[in-house]
């Protein structure tokens, strides 16, 4: 919990979570849990904001931002790049220019503005799933690799059948080494269909603006 304000550079990178009473400047803030802004940042696209849960902050200027699960702005989103897993709360909050991505929803009070300027608003689109399943394929191509690998391996030992002393020490941990990887591909497996599962919650999109 930060008392005051954090100047332009400063770094906070902590396992838990972050709580700033007054205003942020071009900082970086990166916490694997929430963020809580009570003033705001205006960071003049310097700054940095990633929560791995949820963000909530009074206002957001010039700043690259994201959120793992939610995120709650009340006044303002001007000139921001934000990307949040399920669902932006502002219906109170007007977003001038700037790009928002939201997996599921989006409640604004206004949306873009008179004077010029792109606003963007993306709605079921969400990059953490895409990149989970991203890197889980990739896993996957390689896991499979050193499953085949390993069962020929095994395979090829017992054609053998030599009578070295090594044999019977080789074969078991041929197996063994067969085992494991198998095992690995399955606790993979489990964890796409998690991932798939994830996807399908993200089926509901709705996008509100109440002004």
């Known amino acids: 919990i930060s008392e005051t304000g954090l100047r332009d550079c400063l770094k906070e990178a902590p ?6 009473r007054f205003l942020v400047d071009a900082a970086t803030l990166d916490a694997r849990g929430s963020i809580t802004l ?3 940042i205006a960071a003049r696209e310097k700054g940095t904001v990633k929560a791995g849960r949820d963000l909530a902050a009074k206002y957001m200027t010039n700043v690259r931002a ?5 995120a709650l702005i009340v006044k303002e989103l001007n000139n921001c790049e934000l990307r949040v897993g ?14 928002l991505i939201t997996g599921m929803a989006c409640e604004l009070g206004e949306l873009g503005c008179e004077s010029g300027g792109e606003t963007i608003v993306t709605i079921g689109e969400c990059i953490l799933l895409r990149d989970a399943v991203a890197h889980l394929s990739k896993l996957q191509e390689q896991l499979q690799r050193r499953v085949e690998k390993d069962k020929q391996h095994l395979e090829d030992l017992k054609r053998a059948k030599s009578r070295a002393a090594s044999y019977a020490e080789e074969v078991t941990e041929a ?22 599962q994830l996807f399908a919650q993200h089926t509901q999109h709705e996008l509100t603006v109440h002004g």
């Open 15 to 20: 396992k838990g979570y972050i709580i700033v």
């Open 38 to 40: 009570q003033q705001g």
């Open 66 to 70: 994201s959120a793992g699960r939610d």
């Open 86 to 99: 399920r669902r932006l709360k502002g219906p109170t909050c007007s977003m001038i220019r700037g790009e």
């Open 175 to 196: 197996q063994f080494a067969y085992q494991q990887s198998a095992g690995m591909m399955k606790q993979l497996v489990k964890a796409i269909t998690r991932v798939s």
